[in-house]
């Protein structure tokens, strides 16, 4: 169980694909060196060949879904080896087993959620029985139940079949426990920094809260889990640590007034009701944190918000105004709306023009608003002449995110803006928020990462089947939650700290 670990863009995309012969075969490019994969050369074989060797799970699993239902997608690959039908029965209903997939044999891939998704993609990788699987953030878009559960299904599948897992991942918190062997890259120099997980996690400068914890206060070895963080914790003298009184930080919001009002919205898909009584407020200055699992009605809030998506009853006002004639056009004048795939907000050619084409939907001047300036904030500056499709999924993200902040509105909608993002990133991010909310701006973010929304929140609100079960500040929410509840209040229960820095350490 390999973890490869690295920087926004320090390549660990390319490295994965250089492995089953994407690279150079579909993307182009020039290598130098040798790579060799089951004692195969990917540059030399094709890779229909280095398939029947390495599965690859994208990113984005729907992108590589080629078929409609769960069964087909998965019988696809052997369809193309023309395996014969008798043999190819045997193999998908085996796969379907080991993966827990044979409930959801009929189901159509649209109407999975994020995890079963990305078991179906695994599966579909899985049955031309290779001996290696990869996967490129595999949970980027799942909440901690499923991205435990997908984990744990790899770790079996790791263990008892001998199968040879690599996983890119920023996510460190979730998966360093699993892993057997770490990866480094940085762009910045040549070569990797390899090893024991603990022993490289000494040497290099990303690591999770339990880590950057363990270093501040010296603890050798380092703790990868919460278990070993606990057994060390109780060794250690920290005032407060063991009071048992919740200390939570007093977020001053009473002179800010709402910006968005939500009031009893319920919204019918074609799947039913989504959206059930919600009511809620999104105030000027704040930042408001929304987090639920996957399926809970997040993103079609979100949706609803900027006028994509229209409520059955109820209404949403923006600044006192009702949105319900307005065009999505001209919710987005004041509202800025940051969608799961930044894919979907790139049309250009070049990253700056990105920005260029919002201030010139909006009449405005580069002058008032230079470019340059707001991608050297996103940490891009650098990337303003680059063809925007070509960059990392994190870079991707930055330049979306710029496109629709160029104008500075006055309330941000942002679902699940972390994906792809390293800690640098993430910790730039949250700078930018919180300069924009002390600006006056509204902010919501969607979010599955639970050590993010600790570090970014004024309010936290969870949500589940399509209605809001609590609400309050981070330190209630995120301490009382069994599922969102970060790494530093899992060590130190009953204090309010959620962050490495809130620990008192002399």
């Known amino acids: 169980m390999v973890l490869l670990l690295g920087a926004s863009g320090s390549g660990k995309s390319t490295l994965l694909r250089c492995v089953n012969g994407l690279v150079p075969h579909f993307s182009g490019g020039t290598i130098n060196g040798e790579i060799r994969v089951a004692g195969l050369d990917p540059v030399q074989e094709s890779p229909q060949m280095m398939s029947q060797q390495v599965g690859f799970v994208f990113q984005d699993p729907e992108t590589q879904f080629v078929v409609d239902r769960v069964e087909d997608e998965i019988a696809f690959a052997l369809e193309n080896i023309a395996l014969p039908e008798g043999e190819m029965h045997a193999r998908v209903n085996e796969t379907m087993q080991l993966l827990e997939l044979t409930g959801l044999r009929n189901r159509r891939l649209e109407n999975l959620s994020g995890g079963e998704r990305q078991r179906v993609a695994i599966a579909a990788s899985l049955v031309l029985r290779p001996q290696i699987l990869i996967l490129d953030e595999p949970t980027s878009q799942l909440d901690p139940q499923s991205a435990n559960e997908l984990l744990n299904m790899l770790v079996r599948l790791n263990a008892e079949h001998n199968l040879t897992v690599i996983l890119?991942?920023?996510?460190?918190?979730?998966?360093?426990?699993?892993?057997?062997?770490?990866?480094?890259?940085?762009?910045?120099?040549?070569?990797?920094?390899?090893?024991?997980?603990?022993?490289?996690?000494?040497?290099?400068?990303?690591?999770?809260?339990?880590?950057?914890?363990?270093?501040?206060?010296?603890?050798?070895?380092?703790?990868?889990?919460?278990?070993?963080?606990?057994?060390?914790v109780k060794s250690v003298k920290l005032p407060g640590a063991h009071s048992g009184v919740m200390q939570i930080p007093h977020h001053d919001l009473g002179q800010h007034q709402p910006y968005i009002q939500v009031e009893s919205l319920d919204v019918w898909l074609s799947s039913g009701q989504v959206l059930q009584e919600i009511n809620l407020e999104i105030n000027s200055g704040e930042v408001l944190v929304l987090m639920g699992p996957n399926g809970a009605g997040k993103s079609?809030?979100?949706?609803?918000?900027?006028?994509?998506?229209?409520?059955?009853?109820?209404?949403?006002?923006?600044?006192?105004?009702?949105?319900?004639?307005?065009?999505?056009?001209?919710?987005?004048?004041?509202?800025?709306?940051?969608?799961?795939?930044?894919?979907?907000?790139?049309?250009?050619?070049?990253?700056?023009?990105?920005?260029?084409?919002?201030?010139?939907?909006h009449h405005l001047s580069?002058?008032?608003?230079?470019?340059?300036?707001?991608?050297?904030?996103?940490?891009?500056g650098d990337k303003c002449d680059l063809y925007p499709r070509d960059l990392s999924t994190g870079e991707r993200q930055r330049v979306a995110l710029g496109a629709i902040t160029i104008t500075r509105p006055r309330a941000l909608l942002l679902d699940e803006p972390t994906r792809g993002l390293d800690y640098a990133a993430k910790q730039g991010l949250v700078q930018l928020v919180h300069d924009w909310s002390d600006e006056g701006?509204?902010?919501?973010?969607?979010?599955?990462?639970?050590?993010?929304?600790?570090?970014?929140?004024?309010?936290?609100?969870?949500?589940?089947?399509?209605?809001?079960?609590?609400?309050?500040?981070?330190?209630?929410?995120?301490?009382?939650?069994?599922?969102?509840?970060?790494?530093?209040?899992?060590?130190?229960?009953?204090?309010?700290?959620?962050?490495?820095?809130?620990?008192?350490?002399?």
């Not at 589940?464 to 599922?483: M, N, Q, W």
Request: net charge negative; with cysteine.
């Open 168 to 232: 890119a991942e920023h996510r460190l918190e979730r998966i360093l426990p699993f892993a057997d062997h770490l990866i480094y890259m940085d762009r910045t120099k040549p070569g990797v920094i390899e090893g024991n997980p603990r022993q490289v996690q000494k040497e290099v400068p990303i690591n999770p809260p339990i880590v950057v914890l363990g270093k501040s206060l010296g603890w050798d070895p380092l703790p990868l889990t919460i278990e070993e963080g606990r057994r060390l």
């Open 300 to 361: 079609t809030l979100v949706r609803c918000l900027v006028g994509i998506l229209k409520a059955k009853n109820g209404r949403i006002l923006v600044n006192g105004e009702d949105i319900i004639k307005k065009s999505v056009a001209e919710v987005c004048q004041f509202v800025g709306y940051l969608p799961q795939d930044p894919n979907a907000l790139l049309f250009a050619d070049r990253v700056v023009d990105e920005l260029l084409i919002t201030l010139q939907n």
């Open 366 to 380: 580069e002058e008032d608003y230079p470019p340059e300036l707001l991608l050297n904030e996103l940490g891009i």
């Open 441 to 506: 701006m509204a902010i919501l973010v969607v979010t599955h990462d639970v050590e993010m929304a600790a570090n970014i929140a004024d309010r936290v609100v969870l949500m589940e089947d399509g209605r809001i079960t609590k609400r309050g500040t981070p330190a209630r929410v995120l301490s009382e939650s069994e599922l969102f509840t970060p790494q530093i209040a899992q060590l130190f229960p009953g204090t309010g700290w959620l962050t490495p820095g809130d620990v008192p350490i002399s």
